[in-house]
């Protein structure tokens, strides 16, 4: 696993993420998108771990919820989350559902 450090204090959470990878992929391709983010964090994730799902590529990652939470303010100690992130933009958005 690569360690690479993004400052999710810069983000700004926001709504429209989700309509967004929608609106590009399609329905069930995004569906299936948060899915192998889901699963990413079955495989190789903990307790202590959140999946990201990255807006520009759909590519998946694996985040500390703590670091995360110290960032942000949000606690994420919920199942299933998916954290939507535009890198691009600095915008993120936890999804709880699809």
Do not use: Y
Request: aromatic share 6%; glycine share 4%; net charge negative.
């Amino acid at each position: 696993m690569v360690d690479h450090h993004f400052d999710f204090s810069t983000c700004l959470p926001v709504n429209h993420l989700w309509p967004a990878l929608v609106q590009r992929l399609g329905s069930m391709k995004a569906q299936q998108a948060v899915r192998q983010a889901l699963d990413l964090q079955n495989m190789q994730g903990h307790a202590a771990t959140l999946p990201i799902l990255l807006m520009e590529t759909c590519g998946i990652a694996l985040i500390n919820v703590d670091l995360f939470r110290d960032q942000t303010g949000f606690h994420v100690h919920q199942d299933p989350v998916v954290l939507l992130v535009s890198l691009r933009d600095k915008q993120l958005q936890l999804l709880r559902q699809v």
